[in-house]
């Protein structure tokens, strides 16, 4: 399995509208991050998980030319916005796109896309297929088991694929969560800023407190913001746990 890390920054990117925020951070091109999303693959299936406002160039960059399913983990736009463009898909691969995601997600999909649904579907827009996910399931040579968990007071859906665990947009895990996780080879964790505190995500120091609990054995941080440096951190970070950063790309 491989997985590319397609965009690891925080909800407004890196740096964000209007370039607000470049001065902050040098020009290593690691610290320039789109949205969060991420591509998973193995020899019988291409996985999305998420697909945010960069999908199109996230795909063109990284040379996605296939994708049968989508798992979206919440109704944030920096997580959905690039589903119509999905649709490219759609022609090339002459058939609908099966989407996994909470009954939360779901419904914002249906609202916000609503020309994609029903009799009034626009003629020529993406067509995916909703499933809502609750328990784990099998696609082709991947076990994807859902991991819910806290952002804020907003739920997240995030996903184990086989030994490969992804969760953004993180506050709080519950441990009926943490004991899915367990046994991950790697975990994808989001990791805000070094501080102060957040009231709807994970610090990084506190990251590195959960991965450190799990026991996982290597941790990957993303959701970072523009005062994240990529070089500096990852030094003060342990071996295991690290920034990961836009195309960057592991075997798992």
Not at 144 to 168: A, C, K, Q, W
Request: charged share 25%.
């Amino acid at each position: 399995m491989k997985c590319t890390f397609l965009g690891t920054g925080t909800s407004m990117g890196v740096p964000v509208a209007g370039g607000f925020g470049r001065e902050l951070l040098n020009s290593d091109p690691r610290n320039q991050r789109y949205r969060c999303s991420a591509w998973v693959r193995t020899d019988k299936a291409s996985v999305l998980i998420d697909a945010g406002p960069e999908f199109r160039l996230q795909s063109i960059r990284s040379d996605i030319d296939h994708i049968d399913l989508v798992l979206i983990t919440h109704e944030h736009m920096d997580h959905m916005a690039g589903i119509d463009d999905l649709r490219a898909y759609n022609y090339k691969q002459q058939g609908s796109i099966p989407l996994f995601s909470s009954r939360n997600g779901l419904r914002s999909i249906r609202s916000r896309f609503d020309y994609l649904f029903g009799k009034n579907k626009y003629p020529g827009s993406t067509s995916i297929e909703l499933n809502e996910v609750t328990k784990p399931f099998s696609f082709n040579d991947i076990k994807i088991t859902p991991l819910p968990y806290n952002h804020g007071d907003i739920e997240v859906t995030g996903f184990r694929l086989n030994d490969f665990s992804y969760m953004t947009d993180v506050k709080s895990i519950p441990d009926s969560t943490k004991s899915l996780v367990s046994g991950s080879k790697v975990l994808v964790l989001s990791g805000l800023r070094w501080g102060p505190k957040h009231p709807t995500h994970l610090t990084i120091p506190e990251a590195v407190e959960v991965a450190e609990e799990l026991k996982i054995p290597m941790t990957y941080l993303i959701h970072m913001n523009s005062y994240v440096d990529h070089e500096s951190s990852n030094k003060k970070l342990p071996p295991h746990v690290q920034l990961a950063f836009d195309q960057l790309e592991i075997t798992i």
